[in-house]
């Protein structure tokens, strides 16, 4: 089975993703916006819905592929771990740089 993390390694899935969340889309679609043959789209929306992260809806004669975000929530919280050390390190890297001016243009005061 994919994780929602190996789903989400492919920039062409990525890119799927982006459109799906704007609207549920067909195969045609998604060939025409992404830029690749029916079987690529179709082989990158496999993967997709076993990461759990798309749904497929039949209506009729036709196929509607829609985002189902709810597995993005996990991918979610293990970031925002990252983000937070982040903004830590780039705030502590500002209050440095703060300083760092603020003690040059003394020095340059001085001169």
């Not at 060939?31 to 749904?55: C, H, N, T």
Request: no cysteine; hydrophobic share 35%; aromatic share 6%.
């Amino acid at each position: 089975m994919t994780t929602p993390y190996q789903a989400l390694a492919d920039p062409t899935r990525r890119l799927i993703l982006d459109l799906l969340r704007e609207r549920p889309r067909m195969v045609g679609d998604l060939v025409e916006l992404v830029g690749i043959s029916q079987p690529g789209v179709s082989k990158q929306l496999r993967v997709l819905r076993e990461a759990g992260l798309v749904r497929v809806r039949q209506d009729a004669q036709r196929r509607w592929y829609e985002l189902n975000a709810e597995p993005l929530a996990e991918v979610h919280t293990w970031l925002e771990t990252y983000k937070r050390a982040w903004e830590d390190r780039l705030d502590r890297l500002d209050s440095y740089l703060q300083d760092l001016t603020s003690r040059e243009s003394g020095e340059t005061d001085h001169d």
